[in-house]
């Protein structure tokens, strides 16, 4: 199954319903296309480098806390949420972002600070449905080292339980719609 490399931060802001947009422009090993979305449903690969509070907003400090005392133990991964792309769009347009920010935890400085870098490539906002599953611990691999957005694991987690109701998401699927087009 394919995951995405995500903050750990994120991955639980996703995994208790605070998130359902993941703004990306890729990692470093990515300059060349940008961010692709490549699985309409894929496992969520919490990661804990570069996080930091100034990157979030303050009300979710708590999340990064929790984060740095409760990695998983050395070589191993635990994975305990997938999620399914609901929509994607290109945003090129810093306002549209701000319409945005109560879709996501990151702060206004990160969200600036990720527009102005490959500021020729738009930012791509993925609305999400997440679902939690029962956590499976998978060895970390070489291949998944690396500034690179995505990772093949070799799991296959159960459906698992949505995060919002079908209202919930709903609701908030017509908002981000009615911002990004």
């Known amino acids: 199954m394919k995951a995405l490399k995500e903050?750990?931060?994120?991955?639980?802001?996703?995994e208790?319903?605070?998130?359902?947009?993941?703004?990306?422009?890729?990692?470093?090993?990515?300059?060349?296309?940008?961010?692709?979305?490549?699985?309409?449903?894929?496992?969520?690969f919490p990661t804990?480098?570069?996080?930091?509070?100034?990157?979030?907003?303050?009300?979710?400090?708590?999340?990064?806390?929790?984060?740095r005392e409760n990695q998983p133990r050395?070589?191993?991964?635990?994975?305990?949420?997938?999620?399914?792309?609901?929509?994607?769009?290109?945003i090129s347009s810093i306002e549209k972002l701000e319409q945005l920010s109560h879709f996501h935890i990151w702060s206004d400085f990160y969200i600036v600070e990720r527009m102005n870098w490959m500021p020729s490539k738009p930012m791509k906002a993925v609305f999400l449905r997440t679902y939690r599953i029962s956590p499976t611990e998978i060895p970390v691999l070489p291949d998944y080292h690396g500034c690179k957005s995505w990772i093949?694991?070799?799991?296959?987690?159960?459906?698992?339980k949505a995060v919002l109701t079908d209202a919930e998401l709903e609701s908030q699927l017509e908002e981000f719609r009615s911002i990004v087009n």
């Open 16 to 44: 208790n319903g605070n998130q359902t947009v993941l703004l990306r422009k890729g990692g470093i090993l990515e300059t060349a296309s940008g961010f692709r979305v490549e699985a309409a449903k894929f496992a969520l």
């Open 152 to 160: 093949e694991l070799n799991v296959n987690p159960e459906a698992g």
């Open 74 to 90: 050395e070589g191993y991964n635990t994975v305990t949420s997938i999620a399914e792309v609901v929509e994607e769009r290109d």
């Open 7 to 14: 903050w750990a931060t994120v991955v639980k802001a996703l």
């Open 48 to 67: 804990y480098e570069h996080q930091d509070n100034a990157s979030l907003k303050s009300q979710y400090y708590g999340y990064l806390a929790d984060a």
